[in-house]
């Protein structure tokens, strides 16, 4: 091993842990990464000041193209949406950004009220009875909202997925599967009620993630008929304008939270949305924060329910995520209180007003249709005779972002569709549609004029 001006450990230090664990080399412990893996240089040029080093990280940044730099229509559970500069301010001060977990109430009622406050504001959203603020994403509250089913079915395993789920939240589920040894099913939505028997709950996207819009009555119909629950995947600004989860039938919603005043940031941190039916809290995941009185009448706030595995339940722990989401949930609770609900539906409506428009134009380029089963939100699909994923990197190569939905199917059964997914929301602009269709019509190949702007 090379001498390393930043490690305090002699020659004979390291020769004396080696011999100490019985290992030859240091190479002896990474037998486990394969050779052709293993970089001997990393390149790395000599030490430099700060200033070079802000210098060179300001050119590698450069480099990087962001959602802003140009027509962006990337979406699905994680949005591009506009988000009032209150939010930040206030969602991070100190006494939010610094709280830790609030176990103790008498010193976090700004916390617990501010939690109290989404929950709230979420649930009447969602038309659910009860609303947690302790999921990762939604991806990792969809897969919580298996376990739960399975814990409330009395011995069933069976887990049904619609295959029109978002890929990343089904690729969860199957990994939170092998611990549990559930039977992970996947079917097109339109199967969904067939295969409800035996199920523990089925599983439905509504918008699914390629926009359109499903019927979810029957579905939910069908799993009760089977004593099974029924799982609702959603999306906030969706539930805005569409009849919310409650509504239809659903025991269980979840979704992805971020699009509620909380940067898309590389991945996160996001928020999982996570509700049920009154009946069901018992087996609800994650946190509760609730509204009491003290012995003098005051009002406070305190965690209600929290059967997590910090309070020595292990292996009877409802959960095993060890962390909460407070500061994205309260980014959510003050999103939502700055905009009022008519706020989030004309937000709402600005994304589905465009992404119809464009959708129009797109369809009446020559080649080009709209690949959607039925109406769609604000997210279609595009499908073109020179395949998704070559027309995304020729958009891409203009400085335009779109998705290739062709990724959305990984099991290597269901690779047929090759389209581009496009998401529009009150961020995008007349601009950003002139340039999409201008540049679908010149890579396509059409040489007549595109549909008036």
Not at 163 to 190: H, K, M, N, Q
Request: hydrophobic letters at 45%; aromatic letters at 6%; glycine letters at 8%.
């Amino acid at each position: 091993m090379a001498d390393n001006p930043y490690s305090p450990h002699t020659d004979a230090d390291r020769a004396a842990m080696l011999d100490r664990i019985g290992v030859r080399s240091v190479d002896d412990l990474l037998t486990a990464i394969p050779k052709d893996a293993r970089v001997k240089q990393l390149g790395v040029g000599p030490g430099m000041s700060e200033q070079e080093v802000q210098a060179h990280l300001e050119k590698l940044a450069a480099m990087n193209k962001t959602a802003g730099s140009g027509p962006f229509f990337i979406g699905g559970a994680i949005q591009r949406r506009y988000i009032p500069a209150a939010v930040p301010v206030l969602a991070l001060r100190g006494e939010f950004l610094t709280a830790y977990t609030p176990y103790q109430p008498e010193v976090s009622q700004g916390t617990l009220q501010a939690v109290f406050e989404y929950q709230s504001l979420m649930a009447e959203l969602l038309a659910m009875d009860v609303v947690n603020s302790s999921m990762y994403d939604g991806s990792s509250a969809t897969a919580e909202a298996a376990l739960m089913a399975v814990r409330l079915s009395s011995g069933r395993k069976k887990v049904v997925l619609a295959t029109e789920v978002d890929f990343t939240y089904r690729r969860t589920v199957r990994t939170y599967a092998r611990g549990a040894e559930l039977d992970i099913v996947e079917v097109p939505t339109a199967d969904l009620a067939g295969n409800a028997d035996g199920a523990a709950c089925l599983v439905v996207q509504h918008p699914d993630a390629f926009g359109s819009l499903v019927d979810v009555r029957p579905i939910a119909d069908a799993a009760h008929a089977a004593g099974a629950l029924l799982v609702q995947v959603t999306e906030p600004h969706a539930c805005a304008l569409l009849e919310p989860p409650g509504a239809l039938g659903a025991d269980i919603a979840v979704g992805e939270g971020q699009p509620l005043g909380i940067p898309m940031s590389y991945g996160g941190p996001h928020l999982g949305i996570f509700a049920c039916r009154e009946a069901l809290v018992r087996q609800m995941p994650g946190r509760i924060a609730g509204q009491t009185v003290d012995a003098n009448g005051t009002r406070g706030f305190v965690n209600t329910l929290q059967t997590r595995e910090q309070h020595i339940r292990r292996e009877k722990a409802t959960s095993n995520i060890c962390t909460n989401e407070a500061l994205s949930a309260i980014h959510a609770a003050i999103y939502l209180s700055l905009l009022g609900p008519e706020g989030v539906r004309a937000a709402a409506r600005a994304g589905v007003a465009r992404a119809h428009s464009l959708a129009k134009r797109l369809a009446a380029i020559p080649g080009c249709r709209i690949a959607n089963d039925g109406t769609f939100f604000d997210r279609f699909t595009l499908a073109t005779e020179m395949g998704g994923w070559d027309l995304r990197l020729a958009l891409l190569e203009r400085g335009i972002q779109v998705e290739a939905s062709a990724s959305h199917y990984v099991d290597g059964k269901r690779r047929g569709r090759d389209d581009v997914m496009i998401q529009c929301t009150e961020l995008t602009t007349e601009a950003d549609a002139d340039a999409l269709v201008d540049a679908v019509a010149e890579i396509t190949g059409s040489r007549q004029t595109v549909a008036a702007r």
